[in-house]
């Protein structure tokens, strides 16, 4: 509809059109309901990791790790680019809020016309200004903007979930270089020591004292040490560059006073599998999916029904700048589009909807599982850790004791030298099989910290 300003236009036909379009309203169907998420368990199945003690970074790591945690924190990339996402669904957020207001139009319009059979040219310019309002009568607006909102939402969680893992992964390169840096030492003892056993040997056997397979033994076992002598060396360089990358600095190198942790690993908050499961930024992110997936599902929904949407301008032109004002236009319309007639179109993207929303749900019961399967595995083994640390300790102590023994017999001429020093080597092994699992304690640490989500 269209009226000039100097006609009367009854305001009872823009209600009468408004009528007209909650009339057109189609069955609709109820909405649908969100999907069942899988029960939390009522506790874990490790019951004797749960401890009301609050073991986080700061209260346990050295400050050369958590300065580092702090720098990739600050300069990690993947963070940067989750952020970034993060800022982009917030603008797409506000872009959503923005087209359930008043949407501004400014028009300028220039034309020139001349007849075929000659004439004069005749110029017109023209200027419009005008307001369009869509009626939000069934939500679709306002549950597109709660879908996008959800998304924003997610993407913040995508944020919290890189802070997690990178902080984890700092600490486990971190770790894993000060633990070579440990061993590199024991390693070169017992290379010097198996060097020396070799050289001992080939001397029994020519003496006829030992078979001649003994001298490929001693020659295995140095092989072997300086086979894991190249080896530290390759793994020194992949964690260094993986450092490298995490702290976006390419002159990285390791402090001095980097150390594994020496100190036994402090107990853990559990919590409860549904605090755990509300703490977790990939299970959020989950159930914001379904939400984002339920509100698009009720957007697609809506779009079956008819849309009103109203629209005010004043325009005016003509061929002198003096017409403008002689003759101005107001206009006020009603415009009413029933979307019915492509139902095939709107059937296809209900069915695409409610896909959508399946698939949420399948996502968040396998984010659900795999959540809490991932706390109970390394519950389970940060307690068989514990079990392999205590009979570590009671052989390295035998290994110390059986060391003590063979040095004395060599003094006093017992044994030869070369069974004292495979028994030292041994001891050298023991104190490199403790670092290693000292290790392994300190990464599981670092994984229950990232898989209850505390920091």
Same mark, same amino acid.
């Given at each position: ?26 069955? =609709? ?32 790591? +050295? ?43 400014? %028009? ?36 597109? #903007? ?46 010097? %020591? ?19 397979? #003994? ?33 976006? +600095? ?40 379904? +939400? ?16 009103? =949407?109203? =629209? ?18 107001? =206009? ?9 007639? +492509? ?37 389970? #083994? ?48 023991? #104190? ?24």
């Amino acid at each position: 509809m269209r009226w000039r300003a100097n006609e009367v236009a009854p305001l009872k036909n823009i209600t009468l059109v408004s009528l007209l379009a909650l009339s057109l309203v189609a069955c =609709s169907t109820a909405p649908l309901q969100r999907p069942a998420e899988p029960p939390a368990p009522v506790a874990w199945l490790v019951p004797a990791m749960e401890s009301d003690a609050q073991a986080l970074w700061s209260t346990w790591a +050295d400050v050369p790790l958590l300065q580092l945690q702090r720098q990739a924190l600050e300069r990690n990339l993947d963070i940067a680019q989750a952020s970034l996402r993060w800022q982009r669904a917030q603008l797409q957020l506000q872009a959503a809020g923005l087209a359930r207001g008043l949407t501004p139009s400014l %028009g300028l319009s220039a034309s020139g016309s001349k007849a075929l059979e000659g004439g004069p040219l005749v110029r017109s310019v023209g200027l419009s200004a005008a307001i369009a309002y869509e009626a939000d009568l069934w939500g679709r607006l306002a549950q597109a #903007e709660n879908a996008q909102a959800a998304q924003a939402e997610a993407q913040r969680s995508d944020v919290a979930a890189a802070q997690l893992l990178i902080r984890s992964q700092v600490a486990e390169r971190y770790w894993s270089l000060a633990e070579l840096a440990q061993e590199a030492p024991l390693i070169e003892a017992q290379r010097g %020591g198996a060097a020396e056993v070799l050289a001992l040997t080939r001397l029994r056997v020519q003496e006829g004292k030992l078979l001649p397979i #003994e001298v490929d033994k001693a020659a295995a076992a140095l092989q072997g040490l300086l086979a894991r002598q190249a080896q530290l060396q390759r793994e020194r360089l992949q964690h260094q560059l993986a450092l490298r990358v995490l702290l976006d +600095d390419a002159q990285f190198g390791l402090p001095a006073d980097a150390q594994l942790p020496t100190t036994p690993m402090p107990a853990l908050a559990l919590g409860s599998p549904e605090q755990v499961l509300d703490r977790r930024p990939d299970v959020l992110r989950a159930r914001l999916q379904v +939400d984002a997936a339920l509100a698009q599902h009720q957007v697609a929904q809506a779009a079956r029904y008819p849309r009103l =949407s109203f =629209s005010a301008g004043l325009a005016s032109g003509g061929t002198q700048w003096a017409d403008w004002l002689e003759q101005p236009i107001a =206009s006020l319309a009603a415009n009413l589009v029933v979307p019915l007639v +492509d139902w095939r179109r709107l059937d296809l993207q209900q069915a695409q909807a409610r896909s959508e929303v399946d698939s949420a749900a399948l996502a968040l019961r396998d984010t659900v599982h795999k959540a809490l399967q991932e706390v109970e595995q390394l519950a389970a #083994e940060r307690r068989e850790l514990q079990a392999l640390a205590q009979a570590q300790a009671a052989r390295h102590t035998e290994a110390r004791r059986t060391e003590r023994q063979a040095r004395l017999r060599y003094e006093v001429g017992a044994i030869a030298k070369a069974d004292w020093l495979q028994v030292r080597n041994a001891l050298l092994a023991t #104190e490199q099989e403790a670092l290693q699992l000292r290790l392994r304690q300190a990464i599981n640490q670092a994984g229950l910290l990232k898989a209850l989500a505390v920091g």
